[in-house]
């Protein structure tokens, strides 16, 4: 045999020992799968590196899966889980882990000052720092917005994402409980009929309708302050449904069945529902609004005191896992055939 | 309650985007083919400098990553994208500008078997018979035309990174959705079938035309008509035209963003993490893939490649990342391969399978076009100067290409990549969430220049050692030629 059939087996070896020496030297990392937008989790999850000395190794998911993808790796690795703590942005999707019994309950010290809305009661999950489904508005183009979320008719400038995962999910979700699946498809198809457009994640509505492109969308508090930081031409105001409840999202975590590192994800389970990290999402770009109980010195953003007003009128999600299943279910016979 | 389509909305189905597909690919390799056979007659009318200026603006748009493409032009093409007939026209216009060099490569290397004159002494002999003439005229085309087209076809038909950035749905993209909603696998690939294949009847039809060096011993570049002087006008204005919307553009304006950026990212150990992540990978993709190519053309003997072999080896490849990046998740979470699977190698795995199409007909075009009698007597006289002009210049380049198509593949990054490994295309698409910021544009200026820096490095230090290694290897073989005596 000649010295060329050995180049790929003797390339892909040198290859292998590299990585074993260079990525897989030192300490095992505690595996965090992260949903929520790197800019902001990476410093927190750095923090805690420096803060612990446990080294983390983060997994992030990309902005055209967002959660669900990271959530159907979970599933697909149920047998031989690599990840240890699940930081999801939302919550359908951590709904479902629970109900596959990949988490491990934990009632930490963070669980404790958790509002009991949005907590698990068996500590399988636990929320903590939450964004608001708002209407979007270029003021630009619209001068008064309100009224406007009810109204029907050519709807060709209005922007929405698509509802097969994320926060749009969710909305689908509430709609899909609150209204029943016969309103909520009937919606659903009003909206298509009229020629809402359907883009690939609310970053994307949130563009279109600071650009102008569109005049209004349905996205997330955090988008909308992304546009309005830079400048933008936007409004926005709270989705109220029939009762004046709004949407609030909350970010979740919760510890992976089967972890090698259990206590040290116990640690950063922890370390996320501080107060602290909730102080600190508050104080970022993208305005988190705190969901449990701060010192009562603590000095919150204008804005975001604003938004944990609208978030007291919450609808509670922690008992939409049925109405999430049937409604995915629905959208998937619709989406994806 | 009525469903959608009973009330004219019409759902997104595989099937019906696979038929959209494969009308958009239909229409994109035509004009494509069209296009390519206008400007090869360009090219090969001309030489030297002008000659390479013509190439390097007909490649410039087709080496630009998609991604830096699409973010580029995001902001001009979100107000196309609310005008869905469009968005299809911009979309298809953008895969021709990407598409048609390799169909114009494809026909460079795959020239005519008979030239000009040869076919119009066929028209002069056949001129009753309008059948045969037409039947020859074809058969004289060779396979350079049909392969041009099969390529662009599948290439254009499994495209996915510019329609997921331009919000368009094509099938691929309904397939990423379908696995990101938490469709089972078997349903994936379920719904991968339709699409699936079409392209292996594509595959098919292009194994059985696939050996080329068979079909056509014509010199590359040969035997085209070289172009009226209106549609030299013409053909000089489009690769112009494609070069500053496909690649000028976009790179200006990338750079004016970055400007302010580049303080940012002083410090970045993460990026250049995530950079050394995506040269390990692109590296050792590039160069296994390579190597397997060699490999099959070695089973060939010494006739040459088997095409046979080749064609199956780059045939999981062309199937594109997401379907392989799931069939290889799947594989490898099955109990024998579970251990290796937050490793590198699935990744490695998949990025070899997709790149092994390139290397195949890089390797093909490297051995079809080489100087076979002066490589031989520069390899006599052991002079790797001339060695490296001669063939190891054209191979270095080829595995270049290679490590760069590698370096930028985004979804079997993203499906595959090992934990704590992020490869720098993963980053930035998560990082474009947020639209063009001077810093993410300055992150994209770094991971593109990467690239360009080995480009730099491998160059210099292989020219300097060639360099040397030819002086010296000329200095002593000097008194070795054949027939000379050694001195004792």
Not at chain 1, 21 to 27: A, E, N
Not at chain 1, 223 to 235: I, M, T, W, Y
Not at chain 2, 148 to 166: I, R
Not at chain 2, 477 to 487: E, I, K, M, Y
Request: glycine fraction near 10%; proline fraction near 6%.
């Amino acid at each position: 045999m000649r010295s060329h059939y050995y180049v790929p087996v003797a390339l892909a070896a040198g290859l292998l020992i590299f990585w074993g020496l260079f990525w897989r030297s030192g300490p095992q990392p505690l595996v965090v799968y992260c949903a929520h937008d790197s800019i902001y989790s990476e410093s927190i999850l750095r923090e805690f590196e420096r803060q612990s000395g446990i080294p983390v190794a983060i997994r992030f998911d990309t902005e055209a899966t967002k959660s669900l993808g990271l959530v159907e790796l979970l599933v697909k690795e149920k047998d031989a889980p690599r990840c240890d703590l699940f930081w999801n942005n939302e919550l359908l999707g951590t709904l479902r882990l629970a109900d596959c019994g990949l988490l491990e309950p934990y009632k930490g010290s963070g669980y404790a000052r958790i509002p009991g809305g949005f907590k698990d009661p068996d500590g399988r999950w636990t929320g903590f720092a939450a964004r608001l489904r708002v209407c979007i508005f270029n003021t630009d183009a619209v001068e008064k917005p309100d009224g406007m979320q009810s109204t029907p008719g050519d709807l060709s400038r209005w922007a929405i994402a698509k509802p097969l995962y994320g926060t749009t999910l969710t909305h689908y979700s509430v709609l899909w409980q609150k209204w029943g699946p016969e309103k909520t498809k009937a919606w659903h198809q009003q909206w298509r009929v009229g020629g809402v457009r359907e883009l690939n994640g609310n970053a994307a509505v949130k563009d279109a309708v600071a650009a102008g492109v569109c005049v209004a969308g349905f996205t997330d508090t955090d988008d909308f302050f992304e546009a309005r930081d830079e400048g933008k031409p936007v409004a926005m105001r709270p989705l109220r449904l029939e009762g004046g409840e709004t949407i609030c999202i909350p970010n979740t975590v919760g510890l992976i069945h089967g972890s090698r590192r259990m206590a040290d994800a116990r640690k950063l389970a922890d370390f996320l529902l501080s107060a602290n990290t909730e102080l600190a999402l508050a104080r970022s770009r993208s305005r988190q609004i705190p969901l449990g109980t701060l010192p009562p010195e603590t000095l919150l953003p204008q804005e975001v005191l604003e938004l944990k007003h609208w978030a007291e009128s919450a609808i509670p999600l922690n008992r939409l896992g049925t109405a999430h299943a049937e409604c995915l279910a629905w959208l998937k016979s619709e989406y994806l055939r | 309650m009525p469903r959608l389509a009973q009330v004219g909305v019409s759902p997104v189905s595989i099937l019906l985007q696979t038929v959209a597909g494969l009308g958009r690919a239909g229409a994109v390799s035509g004009v494509s083919l069209w296009l390519a056979m206008g400007a090869i007659r360009l090219i090969a009318s001309r030489r030297g400098r002008i000659q390479n200026l013509l190439w390097t603006l007909l490649i410039a748009p087709c080496l630009m990553p998609s991604f830096l493409t699409g973010y580029a032009w995001a902001r001009a093409i979100l107000a196309i994208t609310m005008r869905p007939g469009w968005n299809e026209l911009i979309y298809a216009a953008a895969l021709v500008v990407r598409l048609m060099p390799v169909a114009v490569l494809a026909l460079y290397f795959l020239p005519p078997p008979l030239g000009v004159e040869g076919m119009h002494c066929y028209r002069l002999l056949k001129r009753n018979s309008a059948l045969a003439s037409q039947r020859f005229f074809f058969a004289g085309l060779g396979a350079g035309p049909w392969i041009a087209f099969a390529l662009v076809f599948l290439l254009s038909f499994g495209e996915f990174e510019l329609a997921a950035m331009w919000s368009l749905k094509t099938w691929p993209v309904v397939l990423f959705d379908a696995q990101a909603g938490g469709l089972a696998l078997k349903e994936t690939l379920r719904l991968v079938a339709v699409p699936a294949t079409v392209q292996a009847v594509l595959l098919g039809a292009l194994v059985a035309r696939g050996n080329p060096q068979a079909r056509s011993r014509a010199v590359p570049g040969t035997g085209f008509k070289p172009a009226g002087r209106v549609a030299r006008c013409g053909f000089w204005f489009y690769l112009v035209a494609a070069a500053a919307t496909g690649a000028l553009c976009p790179l200006a304006l990338v750079i004016r963003e970055a400007l302010s950026g580049f303080q940012a990212l002083r410090g970045n150990a993460l990026l250049i993490r995530d950079i050394g992540t995506s040269l390990f990978f692109a590296t050792g993709a590039a160069g296994l893939s390579w190597s397997i190519a060699g490999f099959s053309k070695k089973t060939g003997g010494e006739r040459g490649s088997s095409p046979k072999v080749g064609w199956l080896l780059g045939a999981p490849g062309m199937l594109g990342g997401l379907v392989l990046a799931l069939l290889l998740l799947a594989g490898f979470q099955t109990r024998p391969l579970r251990a290796l699977y937050d490793t590198p190698v699935p990744l490695f795995v998949a990025l070899t399978f997709l790149l092994l199409p390139l290397a195949l007909c890089l390797r093909w075009l490297c051995n079809a076009t080489r100087p076979a009698p002066a490589l031989h007597i520069a390899r006599m006289l052991k002079n790797n100067r001339l060695v490296w002009h001669l063939d190891g210049r054209r191979r270095w380049w080829s595995l270049f290409l290679l490590f760069c198509w590698g370096y930028f593949e985004f979804t079997a990054s993203t499906l595959l990549a090992p934990i704590g490994m992020t490869p720098v295309i993963a980053r930035l698409h998560n990082l474009s969430h947020y639209g063009q910021t001077a810093v993410l544009s300055a992150m994209i200026c770094a991971a593109v220049s990467v690239p360009l820096l080995v480009l730099l490095l491998t160059a210099t230090g292989r020219g300097l050692y060639a360099r040397i290694r030819g002086q010296s290897s000329y200095l002593e073989t000097g008194s070795r030629l054949p027939g000379t005596r050694q001195a004792a």
